[in-house]
C-alpha cells in the first residue's frame, strides 16, 4: 500500500474515532411519546469540579508558598494527600482558556486564593448549574411527556424544568429557572435566574446574574449522555463557550440517591465561635451571611 494510501486510512479512522457518539448510528428507548428516555441515576466521573480548565495535579486547593514550592495552608494541612487536587485535561469544548474580561479574571484568582473562606460548596449552598452536574455526587432525571424533574444528591438540590416557556425567572436563585424543549432527540434546556454568588468549581471559576446556561442532553448509548452547557454572561467573559462531557447511567441494581443533606456537616465550621464554650478551630474567619 502506498504512503498516500495509508495517510488517507490514518485519516479516515482518526476521524472516526473522533466522531461523537451522538453522530454514530443509535436507537433510543423512547417513552410514550416518542421522545428518548433519559430517565435513571446518572454521575459524570471527572475532575470538573476541581477546575474546569486543564489544570496539573497540586498538593491543595488552598496553597501558601513554602522554601521549595507550593504548599497546603494550615487549615487544609492535615488532609495530606486526601485534599490533594488530581490534574484533569479540562472539558472547555476546544480545550483552551475561560474567556475572562480583565477585571473577571482578577475576582477568579482572588477567588481561588480565598478557596477555603469562599467556596460556597464548603458551606453547603446549592451548587447551581451547570455545577450541579459534575460534582462527585450522582443525580436522577424523572421524564414524563410534560415535564422533566432532576433530584442531585448533593445538598438535596432539584430541578423542576418546564417544558412551556415560564417566562423571566421572578427572582435569582441558586438552581435557577429551566425551560426545557425538544430539539430532534436531544433535550434542550436553558437556565436563566441564577444566583451570582454560585461558583462554576473549586478553583474559583464564576459568573454574574445575567449569566445564561443552555444545556444540551443527548443519549448516545443506553447508559450514556454527551452533556454540553454554552455559558453566555456579558459581563464576566468575553464570549460565549462551551463545556462538554460524558455522563454515565448508575447500573448496580441498588442504584439509588443516598442522603447527602450537608448544612448540619457545617454548622461548626459556620458557626462553631458562638459557641458558650468553643471548640478548637482553625484560625480564620468564615464569610459571614455567605
Same mark, same amino acid.
Request: aromatic fraction near 10%; hydrophobic fraction near 35%.
Given at each position: 500500500?502506498?504512503?498516500?494510501?495509508?495517510?488517507?486510512?490514518?485519516?479516515?479512522?482518526?476521524?472516526?474515532?473522533?466522531?461523537?457518539?451522538?453522530?454514530?448510528?443509535?436507537?433510543?428507548?423512547?417513552?410514550?411519546?416518542?421522545?428518548?428516555?433519559?430517565?435513571?441515576?446518572?454521575?459524570?466521573?471527572?475532575?470538573?469540579?476541581?477546575?474546569?480548565?486543564?489544570?496539573?495535579?497540586?498538593?491543595?486547593?488552598?496553597?501558601?508558598?513554602?522554601?521549595?514550592?507550593?504548599? !497546603?495552608?494550615?487549615?487544609?494541612? =492535615?488532609?495530606?494527600?486526601? @485534599? $490533594? #487536587?488530581?490534574?484533569?485535561?479540562?472539558?472547555?469544548? /476546544?480545550?483552551?482558556?475561560?474567556?475572562?474580561?480583565?477585571?473577571?479574571?482578577?475576582?477568579?484568582?482572588?477567588?481561588?486564593?480565598?478557596?477555603?473562606?469562599?467556596?460556597?460548596?464548603?458551606?453547603?449552598?446549592?451548587?447551581?448549574?451547570?455545577?450541579?452536574?459534575?460534582?462527585?455526587?450522582?443525580?436522577?432525571?424523572?421524564?414524563? !411527556?410534560?415535564?422533566?424533574?432532576? =433530584?442531585?444528591?448533593?445538598? @438535596? $438540590? #432539584?430541578?423542576?424544568?418546564?417544558?412551556?416557556?415560564? /417566562?423571566?425567572?421572578?427572582?435569582?436563585?441558586?438552581?435557577?429557572?429551566?425551560?426545557?424543549?425538544?430539539?430532534?432527540?436531544?433535550?434542550?434546556?436553558?437556565?436563566?435566574?441564577?444566583?451570582?454568588?454560585?461558583?462554576?468549581?473549586?478553583?474559583?471559576?464564576?459568573?454574574?446574574?445575567?449569566?445564561?446556561?443552555?444545556?444540551?442532553?443527548?443519549?448516545?448509548?443506553?447508559?450514556?449522555?454527551?452533556?454540553?452547557?454554552?455559558?453566555?454572561?456579558?459581563?464576566?467573559?468575553?464570549?460565549?463557550?462551551?463545556?462538554?462531557?460524558?455522563?454515565?447511567?448508575?447500573?448496580?441494581?441498588?442504584?439509588?440517591?443516598?442522603?447527602?443533606?450537608?448544612?448540619?456537616?457545617?454548622?461548626?465550621?459556620?458557626?462553631?465561635?458562638?459557641?458558650?464554650?468553643?471548640?478548637?478551630?482553625?484560625?480564620?474567619?468564615?464569610?459571614?451571611?455567605?
Amino acid at each position: 500500500m502506498s504512503p498516500k494510501r495509508i495517510s488517507v486510512l490514518i485519516v479516515a479512522v482518526l476521524a472516526l474515532v473522533a466522531m461523537p457518539l451522538s453522530a454514530q448510528d443509535f436507537e433510543p428507548n423512547r417513552t410514550p411519546d416518542g421522545k428518548p428516555d433519559l430517565s435513571g441515576v446518572w454521575q459524570a466521573l471527572n475532575e470538573a469540579n476541581y477546575d474546569l480548565e486543564l489544570h496539573m495535579a497540586k498538593p491543595a486547593m488552598h496553597l501558601r508558598e513554602g522554601p521549595y514550592g507550593p504548599l !497546603p495552608t494550615v487549615q487544609v494541612l =492535615a488532609l495530606g494527600a486526601v @485534599g $490533594a #487536587v488530581p490534574g484533569g485535561l479540562g472539558v472547555i469544548k /476546544g480545550g483552551g482558556k475561560i474567556p475572562y474580561t480583565s477585571d473577571a479574571l482578577e475576582k477568579k484568582n482572588w477567588n481561588q486564593e480565598n478557596w477555603v473562606t469562599e467556596d460556597p460548596e464548603i458551606k453547603c449552598f446549592l451548587p447551581g448549574v451547570p455545577r450541579a452536574t459534575y460534582m462527585p455526587h450522582p443525580f436522577q432525571i424523572f421524564q414524563t !411527556p410534560d415535564t422533566v424533574f432532576v =433530584a442531585y444528591q448533593y445538598a @438535596g $438540590a #432539584v430541578r423542576h424544568v418546564y417544558m412551556e416557556d415560564p /417566562g423571566l425567572a421572578p427572582i435569582d436563585s441558586w438552581m435557577g429557572q429551566s425551560y426545557g424543549q425538544w430539539d430532534g432527540d436531544t433535550l434542550v434546556i436553558e437556565v436563566t435566574g441564577l444566583h451570582p454568588d454560585s461558583w462554576l468549581d473549586r478553583a474559583g471559576n464564576h459568573h454574574s446574574d445575567q449569566m445564561k446556561v443552555t444545556e444540551r442532553y443527548t443519549l448516545v448509548t443506553d447508559n450514556h449522555i454527551h452533556y454540553e452547557a454554552t455559558i453566555e454572561d456579558p459581563a464576566t467573559f468575553t464570549e460565549a463557550w462551551t463545556i462538554e462531557m460524558p455522563l454515565y447511567r448508575r447500573v448496580e441494581p441498588n442504584a439509588q440517591l443516598m442522603d447527602f443533606r450537608c448544612v448540619e456537616f457545617v454548622e461548626e465550621v459556620l458557626y462553631g465561635q458562638y459557641r458558650r464554650n468553643p471548640l478548637d478551630r482553625p484560625d480564620y474567619p468564615m464569610a459571614e451571611g455567605r
